[in-house]
């Protein structure tokens, strides 16, 4: 009798402990992103957000959108009259209107964690600011990061605004395959071989056995101009690679250097097919864009979708394996859809530019050999109004 009574008054305990583990509340106090319609890009360095957003943001008046822990709370640090209370959404993030119109466009935040035994202030800085036209992937994201993040920061212009980017790439996606143990072994990584200082390196490798899983047997290092949707890069890889940037001038070429080593095996689908090679990809386009909340992606960029205007893409002719630096300048072209660009609609911010390089052509659709690599570097946008 005494052992079963031990038994039972054990078993209890266990359940009991076990519930007390699985209500556990969270006590993780952080913002983990922001998103918003003006935001082209977020840099967040230790409690410390810039927000950067399109040069004709009303800045009194933008509304974001915070992820942070699960169960954490958000307010506005010192809020006005002029801001909205954050709202809980569906997903767990939490929006408000905030007010950014003063001296240095800063406010502060505070989370706090489900718990309530922390909390957190947070610095946001909204900066105005424009697309650069000249890349030389010399900056990283500061911070320890599983993957490399390019950034690019070209002098202020003439109208004092900041000219800046963050690029993308699939690598936020290759971690989910857990193969890489460094940044060094992601599909996207910055070295210093470059035609000048540092590259971007951009590389077709296998994804193991998660990739293999998911019918995703090969990711193509890829660089673009845009957003990853991370979410729906398991769903549909190719609307998870999110285009362009809000542009004000008119494209006429695109120009840089390349390297190219091709790989040995080509496959479809994980199965190899003989005789068949792989190549790499280079294309920019601008498009139009009514709404900034418009973009787009892997699907449609290059059929072309009837918003694009202009396209330029590297004739295949060109693509050539080569262990030195060679030059290429692409034109853009109209796409034979009638548009052209309109110049009150680019001055009011009405088009967006993509970029795009990848390792393997056919890379978004899984097709290509594993060892393709690509390097590029002293990348140029070269526009009408600046010729």
Not at 304 to 315: F, G, I, T, W, Y
């Amino acid at each position: 009798m005494k052992v079963k009574q031990l038994l039972s008054y054990s078993l209890l305990a266990v359940t009991m402990f076990s519930c007390i583990q699985d209500e556990a509340l969270n006590v993780e106090a952080a913002i983990d992103a922001c998103t918003g319609t003006d935001v082209q890009f977020t840099i967040n360095n230790n409690r410390d957000f810039n927000i950067y957003v399109n040069k004709w943001a009303d800045l009194s008046k933008q509304a974001l959108t915070f992820t942070v822990p699960q169960g954490a709370t958000l307010a506005i640090t010192d809020p006005t009259e002029d801001d909205s209370d954050f709202t809980l959404n569906a997903d767990g993030t939490f929006t408000a209107v905030i007010n950014f119109d003063n001296a240095n466009h800063t406010r502060w935040l505070t989370v706090t964690s489900e718990d309530k035994s922390n909390s957190a202030n947070y610095q946001i800085h909204a900066i105005l600011t424009e697309l650069p036209t000249r890349y030389h992937f010399e900056g990283l994201q500061s911070g320890n990061r599983p993957y490399h993040i390019l950034l690019e920061e070209e002098s202020i212009g003439a109208d004092g605004l900041p000219r800046a980017l963050q690029w993308c790439s699939g690598n936020p996606g290759f971690k989910l395959t857990m193969m890489a143990g460094t940044p060094q072994e992601y599909p996207t990584v910055q070295i210093n071989d470059g035609y000048a200082g540092k590259c971007v390196k951009l590389q077709t490798l296998n994804t193991g056995s998660f990739g293999a899983s998911a019918g995703m047997p090969i990711a193509a290092g890829n660089l673009f101009i845009g957003s990853f949707d991370l979410s729906n890069a398991l769903n549909d890889a190719l609307a998870a690679t999110r285009f362009g940037m809000q542009f004000y001038k008119t494209p006429s070429r695109l120009k840089g250097y390349y390297k190219f080593k091709r790989g040995e095996v080509y496959t479809e689908d994980g199965k190899t097919i003989n005789g068949k090679q792989d190549s790499f990809d280079i294309y920019a386009f601008l498009y139009e864009a009514e709404d900034n909340a418009f973009m787009l992606d892997g699907s449609n960029a290059l059929n072309p979708h009837p918003s694009v205007v202009l396209l330029a893409r590297l004739d295949q002719a060109d693509a050539v394996e080569t262990d030195t630096w060679k030059i290429f300048d692409i034109p853009f072209k109209k796409v034979g859809n009638g548009k052209s660009v309109n110049a009150q609609k680019l001055a009011d911010g009405k088009y967006k530019l993509g970029i795009v390089f990848s390792s393997s052509i056919d890379g978004a659709k899984f097709k290509g050999a594993v060892g393709n690599t690509l390097y590029i570097d002293e990348v140029e946008l070269i526009c009408e109004e600046d010729q």
